[in-house]
C-alpha cells in the first residue's frame, strides 16, 4: 500500500529524516514509535505531501507520489488526522464532515448555486455520511452544533469522521490519543481495529506505544531521524530494549 523509500527531509539546516525507509502493507496497521523530536511527525508529514524530499521517493500503491500536494493524495486515497486535529471550529460539524468529502467531487461540474444541495445527493457522499454517523453517534446528535465546542474526545472522532468521507484506502494518524481521557483512548484504538477489519490500512503514531504495539500488526521504532528497530508488534512488545525505553505504563 505505501512504501517510502530511503528519504531524507530537512528542517531547515536540520536534517530531521535521515535515508528512512519503511512500508505499509495492505490490510496493517503500522506504529511508528520514538521520543519527541525522533522524526515520527515529519515522517508523516512528508508523506502527505506537506514536506519536501531531499532525496529518497514515496510509493502510493504504484504511484509515484514525490512533489505532488497533500490535496493529491487524498484524491489518490490517502488520509491525514493530524495532531492537534485541526477541525474548523467555527463551522458546523456537518459542514466539517462535508469538506473531507471535497476532493472526491473536485473538478467535476456543478452549478455553484445549490452546491450543498447538489453535494449531498451524491450516493458516494451521502453512504459516507451514514457510516460516519454509524460509528460516532454522538456526531449525528451534534450535527449542527459548532466544531469547536465540542469536547476533545469528540473533537477527535470529527477528525477521524473528516478523513473517512474521502473513502480512503490508507489513514496517517498523528497522536489521536493526545489529550484525551484513558476510557475515549481505549474507543479511539478500538475504532482502529474495527478499521483496519474493515479494510482501511492505518500509519499510526500513538504517545501510549504500549497501546498503539497491542493493535499494531508491525511497528517501527525511530530515533534521531532514522530508523533503529523494526518487527512484529510481538516482537517488539518483548524487547528487552525497547520495554525500557519507550514502554511504560499503558492506559489502554
Request: hydrophobic residues 45%; aromatic residues 6%; proline residues 3%.
Amino acid at each position: 500500500m505505501l512504501k517510502v523509500d530511503k528519504i531524507t527531509v530537512a528542517n531547515g539546516r536540520v536534517i530531521a529524516l535521515r535515508e528512512v525507509s519503511i512500508q505499509v502493507n495492505e490490510g496493517e496497521i503500522v506504529t511508528l514509535i520514538g521520543s519527541n523530536g525522533a522524526g515520527k511527525s515529519t515522517m508523516l508529514n512528508a508523506i502527505a505531501g506537506f514536506a519536501t524530499l531531499q532525496s529518497g521517493n514515496i510509493w502510493l500503491r504504484d504511484q509515484n507520489i514525490n512533489g505532488i500536494t497533500p490535496y493529491q493524495t487524498v484524491g489518490l486515497g490517502l488520509a491525514y488526522v493530524p495532531e492537534g486535529r485541526e477541525i474548523f471550529g467555527s463551522m458546523s460539524v456537518a459542514d466539517n464532515l462535508i469538506l473531507g468529502a471535497y476532493s472526491w467531487c473536485a473538478g467535476k461540474p456543478f452549478s455553484t448555486l445549490g452546491y450543498i444541495g447538489w453535494f449531498l445527493r451524491q450516493p458516494l457522499v451521502q453512504s459516507n455520511l451514514e457510516m460516519v454517523f454509524r460509528l460516532f453517534p454522538v456526531l449525528k446528535e451534534r450535527h449542527k452544533q459548532q466544531a469547536g465546542k465540542l469536547s476533545g474526545g469528540e473533537q477527535q472522532m470529527l477528525a477521524i469522521g473528516r478523513a473517512l468521507m474521502s473513502s480512503p484506502k490508507i489513514i496517517l494518524l498523528d497522536e489521536p490519543s493526545l489529550g484525551l481521557a484513558p476510557n475515549l483512548v481505549r474507543e479511539i484504538l478500538k475504532l482502529l481495529v474495527k478499521l483496519r477489519d474493515d479494510g482501511i490500512t492505518i500509519l499510526l503514531i500513538e504517545q501510549d506505544a504500549s497501546a498503539a504495539l497491542k493493535i499494531a500488526d508491525r511497528a517501527y521504532v525511530m530515533e534521531r531521524g532514522r530508523i533503529t528497530v523494526e518487527g512484529t508488534a510481538d516482537d517488539l512488545l518483548n524487547d528487552d530494549k525497547v520495554r525500557q525505553a519507550y514502554l511504560g505504563k499503558s492506559i489502554a
